[in-house]
């Protein structure tokens, strides 16, 4: 398989490369989309592209191209990577929708009450847009192709 130049596994540097690029993008795209540079988007869960859905895709699309498309490996890996696309843009974002109902429930009652129910808000930005899915699925498929 060949040793890689990160970890000393091929297909796990691949991972760690396209998990690496889609959050550095997320940092890129905040640039221009929010016109300053937020680098806590490098660690931030959410936005363009999914970093977990190219991680996957890259795992699936590097075990295809190494171990074969028949292979059983690949086989794991196109389930694992379904179910993560699939998590990310269900359970996940549905999750992010009711915590911003949440924090606009506690922010109405903080300002009718006058008191503090809870001290910060819960994470709204944790799931996906499957356009956010898509990016990250394309690049996930590029960072394999480039590095096997």
């Known amino acids: 398989m060949g ?4 970890v000393g596994n091929k ?3 691949i991972v760690f490369v396209a998990l690496f690029t889609a959050q550095a993008l997320k940092v890129i ?22 970093s977990h859905t190219s991680s996957v895709v890259s795992l699936a699309t590097a075990i295809g191209i190494k171990e074969g498309t028949q292979s059983s490996l690949f086989a794991i890996s196109i389930v694992f990577a ?3 696309m699939y998590d990310a843009t269900g359970v996940r974002r549905a999750a992010g929708k009711q915590a911003s109902v949440l924090n606009k429930i506690v922010s109405n009652i903080k300002k009718r009450e006058g008191y503090l ?7 709204e930005l944790i799931g996906h847009t499957p356009l956010e899915v898509l990016g990250g699925a394309v690049l996930g498929i590029i960072v394999a192709f480039l590095m096997c």
């Open 11 to 13: 297909i796990f540097d």
């Open 117 to 123: 129910i809870i001290e910060e808000n819960l994470k």
């Open 82 to 84: 379904v179910v993560v």
């Open 3 to 6: 040793n890689g130049i990160i």
């Open 29 to 50: 795209i905040s640039l221009f989309t929010e016109r300053k540079l937020n680098f806590r988007k490098f660690l931030d869960t959410g936005s363009m592209p999914s």
